[in-house]
Every structure is written in structure tokens, then in C-alpha cells.
């Protein structure tokens, strides 16, 4: 990966089919101390769902957050979903979850707990095949946090996996990832046969960037940091100008 050459994304052009795919945290919504906190715009929604219609559904979130949190946040649009970075999808065809070993989750999440108890700062999220140590607010304490998870998944035998991203490192029992859950959407109506496109901002997002390449479509990175996404754009702020003036070029076919 190297960092974005900063070149700006055309809006989508009316004589092509596009299939959007969109992160949330960092893409759509500024990132928050506090995960619960962040909330989505009126006119966020609004595009969202007018973007959705005018791509007759091929439009799906594709985020870290589980869907049972995902869906408040994104109410009352009802598009497809993807969460955990990839372990669960909801689409038109149902509800699909990778297997998730119970018993290692509630162990790690105990022992997680345990150590936020101990260390101001540190806040732990329980997606469900998925857990989250966020230290945002305690960024001092990244390497104790790091040198306890490894210690910590040392002991189970490979089952599960530690994954950086912004201020956050993601546990995580499913080898599934963003480009997997995108390449799934594509191989169904209405995403089959279109070209896909995806926004993302995190580290966890240079998966879905690698596989939409694969597809031959386009990748647009959100915020710094090096990637191996094509286009660039600075925040959510120009996310949101770039999803209207794509609303606005698609009006024309």
C-alpha cells in the first residue's frame, strides 16, 4: 500500500450500471470518541435511500458494526447490510452469519472486560461473532492493550484474530472480511453484472478495495493513511457532496 495520490472521484456517470458499497465510521459519519455516539444526517439518510432507489437496490453498507446496531443507525431505510467486517450479511435472500464458537467469544470478552476494568480509557464492544477494544480515549495504553490481546489469543489456538484499525483492534473469530461480503453481494441480483464501487477510510477497508479491484471496478479512500484505493476524498463531509452530485449525474440516464 502507498498513500493516495489525492485524486479526486468523477461522480458516477448515468451510461454505466454501479453497485455502491459504503462504510459508515469515517465515511459517512465523522469518527466519535465513543462508538454509540455517532449518528447519521437527515440528509445522509435522504441520499442513502434516493441513491438506492435510483440503483434499483444495488446499494449495501458495509461496515465493522454489527447489523443489529447497524440498523437503528441507518433507520428507517432497509438496504442491504453487511457487518463484523464481513462475518454477516443481510440482503434479500435472508440473513447469513459465519459460525460463531460461543464458548471463545464469552472467555475473550470476559478477560477483555477484565482488562478495561483496570485501565481508564478503554472500552470493549461485543458485536456478537466479534469483539472490539477500542482505546481512542487512551491512546497511551496501545501497547499494554496490544501485548494483553496477544498474550490473550495466544491461548486459542488460532481461533480467533487480532486486526488494527483506527484507535480500535478487532477481535475476530471469522476469516471473513469486507471483500468478502462485497464479492457475495456481486454474485446476486440486483448487484450481479454491474461494476462495483466502495468508500471506506479504515485500514480494514484495504480488503474490499482489493477485491472490488479484482472486479474491475472503483475504489475511493476517505481521510489519510496509506492504501491501495485509486481515488481519494478528504472526509465524510465531501463523501456526502460526492453521493449528490452522483444522485444528480445518475438522474440523467
Not at 64 to 82: E, F, K, V, Y
Not at 171 to 195: N, Q, V
Request: charged content about 25%.
Amino acid at each position: 500500500m502507498s498513500a493516495p495520490e489525492r485524486l479526486s472521484p468523477p461522480p458516477l456517470s448515468p451510461d454505466r450500471h454501479w453497485a455502491l458499497f459504503l462504510d459508515v465510521d469515517g465515511t459517512l459519519t465523522p469518527l466519535m470518541d465513543r462508538p454509540e455516539d455517532v449518528r447519521l444526517t437527515e440528509d445522509v439518510i435522504s441520499l442513502i435511500e434516493r441513491l438506492d432507489q435510483r440503483l434499483q437496490g444495488a446499494l449495501a453498507v458495509v461496515s465493522g458494526r454489527a447489523i443489529d446496531n447497524l440498523t437503528p443507525l441507518l433507520s428507517p431505510l432497509d438496504i442491504a447490510m453487511a457487518g463484523q467486517h464481513g462475518a454477516e450479511r443481510r440482503d434479500q435472500y435472508g440473513y447469513h452469519q459465519a459460525d460463531v464458537p460461543e464458548s471463545l467469544i464469552d472467555h475473550v470478552r470476559d478477560a477483555l472486560h477484565e482488562f478495561a476494568e483496570q485501565h481508564d480509557g478503554i472500552s470493549i464492544e461485543h458485536k456478537g461473532g466479534s469483539l472490539a477494544l477500542h482505546y481512542r480515549n487512551a491512546p497511551d495504553l496501545y501497547d499494554r492493550a496490544r501485548e494483553y490481546i496477544d498474550n490473550l489469543l495466544a491461548g486459542c489456538d488460532k481461533q480467533m484474530t487480532a486486526h488494527e484499525g483506527k484507535c480500535v483492534i478487532e477481535l475476530r473469530t471469522s476469516s471473513d472480511h469486507k471483500g468478502d461480503a462485497i464479492r457475495a453481494f456481486m454474485e446476486k441480483p440486483p448487484f450481479a453484472g454491474r461494476i462495483p464501487v466502495f468508500l471506506g477510510d479504515d485500514v480494514t477497508d484495504e480488503d474490499g478495495f482489493g477485491t472490488v479491484t479484482e472486479l474491475d471496478g472503483l475504489t475511493i479512500k476517505v481521510g489519510d493513511g496509506p492504501t491501495c484505493a485509486t481515488y481519494w476524498l478528504e472526509g465524510p463531509e465531501q463523501v456526502a457532496q460526492w453521493l449528490s452530485d452522483s444522485l444528480d449525474s445518475l438522474k440523467e440516464a
